[in-house]
């Protein structure tokens, strides 16, 4: 698409393009895509610290030069701003803000979008030393102060996480969840025995993620698929190894073999022990089950669940061994409940794309 529109994406951190392995690398590039989609070129200024101050002093240039950007968005680094090279000290202090305040002196609007929080919560202080538990806090509140002068717009993955940053801000504050991708021929490949349904889990299975109720559930009626990285699983495995049985696959697939894989199932599941760390938290992952067209169960009581509610998505439960029980049993014997939710994802799936989420910076910096 040809256009002049131009806007500046920020992220203080090191992406790769190629192979993006989490959320935090996933995120930045559909949007980057979204944006383009929307009609943007795109300046891009990311990586660590001397291929940022190049691509800082290119579009810094630009402005001199009279080159006019719409606005500015900008994305957290799950480490604060100052300590994202790979030693983690602030060998680059002033890169990142001095660049923000440049362009907000230059009449540009600016969003940031606010990653996590989980820095603010025991088990992160509980797992490292107590003086670099100060140390690292004392640049995520640093990070926060900063935003509250220089930032329009913080965007959080869900508005229930505002009441767990430790720092009372004077701006706008919006949620901006993941999207959806457009998949196509989801409907080439679908289980088709209605007999053993097929379900998938995708992601984390560490203390914080644990699915050992969700395997426990996994008798001869049902098959689980588990996609995991293979040094988590390395790492989890005497803790899951009692609950494994031959209707459990454990894999290591990413890319179009993760696709061909959510292709083959039936029901997407988030029954994850439930936390206060994740009552605000928004995967990637859920978003990307939508995408194929999956159903989710999930847990009742957090943000993923009032999405599942709000838009007859899936199913939201207790977290009880029992209830899930009572559920697969239902949805053995009631295929046409799975029809019904999947028929609702197609009917919202326009609503929540990559491509609305960028309409909506878009929208909020410059309306």
């Known amino acids: 698409m040809s256009t002049n529109k131009r806007m500046i994406f920020h992220l203080p951190d090191f992406i790769d393009f190629n192979n993006p392995i989490s959320g935090s690398q996933v995120r930045p590039l559909k949007l980057i895509n979204a944006f383009k989609e929307i009609g943007y070129n795109v300046d891009v200024v990311c990586g660590y610290g001397n291929e940022r101050k190049q691509k800082i002093k290119k579009v810094k240039q630009k402005i001199k030069n009279g080159v006019i950007y719409d606005f500015v968005y900008s994305e957290s680094s799950t480490t604060p701003t100052l300590l994202t090279e790979k030693?983690?000290?602030?060998?680059?202090?002033?890169?990142?803000?001095?660049?923000?305040?440049?362009?907000?002196?230059?009449?540009?609007?600016?969003?940031?979008?606010?990653?996590?929080?989980?820095?603010?919560?025991?088990?992160?202080?509980?797992?490292?030393?107590?003086?670099?538990?100060?140390?690292?806090?004392?640049?995520?509140?640093?990070?926060?102060?900063?935003?509250?002068?220089?930032?329009?717009?913080?965007?959080?993955?869900?508005?229930?996480?505002?009441?767990?940053?430790?720092?009372?801000?004077?701006?706008?504050?919006?949620?901006?969840?993941?999207?959806?991708?457009?998949?196509?021929?989801?409907?080439?490949?679908?289980?088709?025995?209605?007999?053993?349904?097929?379900?998938?889990?995708?992601?984390?299975?560490?203390?914080?993620?644990?699915?050992?109720?969700?395997?426990?559930?996994?008798?001869?009626d049902y098959k689980l698929n588990v996609c995991c990285r293979k040094v988590d699983w390395d790492k989890n495995f005497d803790y899951y190894r009692t609950f494994l049985n031959s209707n459990i696959r454990i894999l290591h697939y990413s890319g179009e073999m993760l696709k061909e894989i959510y292709l083959t199932n039936d029901i997407a599941c988030l029954f994850i022990e439930p936390s206060l760390y994740r009552s605000f938290s928004v995967p990637v992952k859920f978003f990307e089950y939508l995408s194929f067209e999956l159903p989710v169960i999930g847990v009742k009581g957090n943000t993923i669940a009032d999405f599942i509610d709000k838009y007859n998505v899936g199913w939201t439960i207790n977290y009880s061994e029992n209830e899930l029980n009572d559920l697969l049993l239902y949805l053995k014997c009631n295929p046409d409940a799975i029809k019904e939710k999947v028929d609702n994802i197609k009917r919202i799936m326009h609503k929540i794309t990559w491509h609305q989420r960028a309409l909506r910076v878009k929208n909020l910096l410059l309306n």
Request: glycine content about 2%.
């Open 87 to 220: 030693c983690h000290l602030p060998i680059f202090p002033f890169l990142d803000f001095s660049f923000l305040f440049f362009c907000k002196r230059n009449k540009l609007k600016i969003a940031l979008f606010y990653r996590d929080i989980y820095w603010n919560f025991d088990f992160f202080k509980k797992n490292i030393y107590f003086i670099k538990y100060l140390y690292l806090r004392f640049f995520y509140l640093l990070d926060l102060r900063i935003y509250n002068r220089i930032v329009d717009v913080l965007f959080l993955p869900s508005l229930r996480m505002k009441d767990f940053i430790p720092y009372k801000f004077d701006i706008t504050i919006d949620e901006l969840p993941p999207g959806v991708d457009k998949i196509e021929d989801k409907h080439l490949i679908k289980n088709k025995n209605l007999n053993k349904l097929q379900l998938i889990y995708v992601g984390d299975i560490s203390e914080l993620y644990r699915i050992d109720l969700l395997m426990k559930s996994i008798s001869c």
